[in-house]
């Protein structure tokens, strides 16, 4: 390399955080002689383990043990807490607003790069429900993880200590809405959760809660096939889940699920787990593209049309050079996001030495999905499995895959414990309004609005 390059890496998931990693030690030579420098721009200072996040809300896993800090494992990298706003891929300059933005008063600034990755991940997809917005929560980050475990078990307090049959109805039931990974393993995870602490409650039994999965479709957990969605279904109703196919929700106004059959369902628990959708910022990039609102790319992860700007993940479209049919893309999953990070840092290095690059290529392996109570589903390499040795097979993988030895031997850790103690069912709701009880002893009026940082450390 003639020059100094400056590598700008958007986004701190899966594609970002192991782009940087696999950077840092691919250019180890060049970032010690000064000829390469790598910033890393995320809004959060960890990545988000998300296939643990049920079990984190469900207490299996503890919520620190499924993120893992950037600045630790990227210490070669300049780690920028923020956010990307714009970007001006003629400039080579990308628009970045921080925590001490506001502070400053200055504005957002101006970051210059040589070489942009693109790796801001999804949001989730909402539709103009009424009432989403005001009632439903996601389940995409740990903050949201942690604060629907606290609200269910809150739920159960509120039933246990109510008279009226109308709160009570309403605080026992949960409606889950999408019947993806995340809705149904996080129902699975937390109607397990609820079963158990149950048993401390002197008037709550498992039978009095209702659990509801909303499915528009007409199946659920598609990756893992037609039968073994069959077999969910079979399973989720066996422990008296409420799984509505074809079928959608309408409405949560004044805390009344409405579904598109007819049902009304007053609850003060709404899951909306149905899809992602792209990041807005690739939107304010000017680059090419999809239908989908995914950028173009190439069989070398660059997006097309544009030199030196790089992405992977749930942001690209990228060619499936594997399929049976040409023309189809990769499936935004963690799978191939994983792959095609290491695939984009190799091709980056290659670029800043003039070397051939090489095309990304993956065979799709399998999938695997825990529905709690030690029941899973998995189909891997055409071979089906269900049950126990599914669920076995679905921590097995996701343990593998867990980034760092360190988190690794956390999560197996407590994983052991939980197999000799009972599990927790503490619920820690004041973490939500850390301030309220000392603006109470102040002289204050506790504030019933969210905090100005969506974050919640305002």
């Known amino acids: 390399m003639k020059e100094r ?13 192991y782009t940087a990693l696999r950077l840092q030690r691919r250019l180890r030579d060049e970032l010690r002689r000064g000829e390469a420098e790598i910033t890393v721009v995320s809004p959060d200072p960890y990545m988000t383990y998300q296939p643990f996040l049920p079990e984190a ?43 001490a933005t506001a502070e400053e008063g200055t504005g957002a600034r101006r970051l210059p790069y040589d070489e942009l990755v693109l790796a801001p991940g999804s949001v989730s997809r909402t539709l103009p429900v009424p009432g989403l917005a005001e009632h439903g929560v996601g ?49 699975g995870e937390l109607e397990d959760m609820a079963r158990y602490a149950a048993r401390h409650y002197h008037n709550v039994a498992p ?3 209702k659990w509801v999965l ?53 609850t003060r628990t709404v899951v909306w787990t149905a899809g992602v959708r792209p990041h807005p910022l690739l939107a304010a990039t000017g680059l090419p593209l999809d239908a989908r609102g995914r950028l173009r790319c190439t069989a070398h992860l660059t997006v097309e049309g544009a030199p030196h700007a790089w992405a992977a993940g749930d942001a690209a479209a990228v060619p499936d050079t594997t399929a049976d049919q040409p023309g189809g893309t990769c499936a935004p999953n963690a799978q191939h996001a994983v792959r095609q990070a290491a695939v984009l840092a190799d091709n980056l290095a290659r670029t800043l030495r003039g070397e051939p690059l090489e095309s990304y290529a993956h065979r799709h392996a399998g999938s695997v999905a825990s529905l709690g109570f030690h029941q899973g589903v998995a189909h891997v390499y055409g071979r089906k499995v269900k049950g126990y040795p599914a669920w076995f097979m679905h921590r097995a993988y996701h343990l593998s895959r867990m980034p760092t030895v360190n988190r690794k031997a956390r999560v197996l850790a407590e994983w052991t414990l939980a197999g000799l103690f009972k599990r927790e069912i503490v619920s820690l709701g004041s973490l939500e309004h850390p301030r309220a009880e000392f603006e109470l002893a102040a002289g204050g009026k506790p504030s019933q609005e969210p905090p100005g940082n969506p974050k919640g450390s305002s």
Do not use: W
């Open 57 to 99: 809300a469900a207490g299996s896993i503890s919520p620190r043990h499924v993120v893992v800090p950037l600045r630790r494992v990227l210490g070669r990298c300049q780690v920028v807490v923020g956010e990307v706003e714009a970007v001006d891929h003629t400039a080579r300059t990308a628009t970045v607003t921080t925590l």
């Open 214 to 266: 909303v499915e528009a479709t007409g199946r659920v957990l598609p990756e893992v096939g037609a039968d073994l969605g069959r077999y969910t279904v079979t399973e989720l109703r066996r422990r008296n889940i409420d799984v509505r196919l074809d079928t959608r929700l309408e409405s949560c106004a004044d805390r009344i699920a409405v579904l598109s059959d007819g049902t009304r369902l007053p």
């Open 139 to 187: 389940f995409k980050t740990v903050e949201e993880a942690i604060g629907l475990r606290n609200h269910v078990l809150e739920q159960l307090d509120i039933a246990s200590s109510t008279r009226d049959p109308a709160v009570r109805d309403a605080a026992l039931t949960f409606v889950f809405v999408g019947g993806g990974y995340a809705g149904v393993e996080a129902l």
């Open 207 to 209: 039978d009095d809660m």
């Open 5 to 17: 390059a400056r590598i700008l890496v958007v986004g701190g998931g899966y594609v970002g955080m």
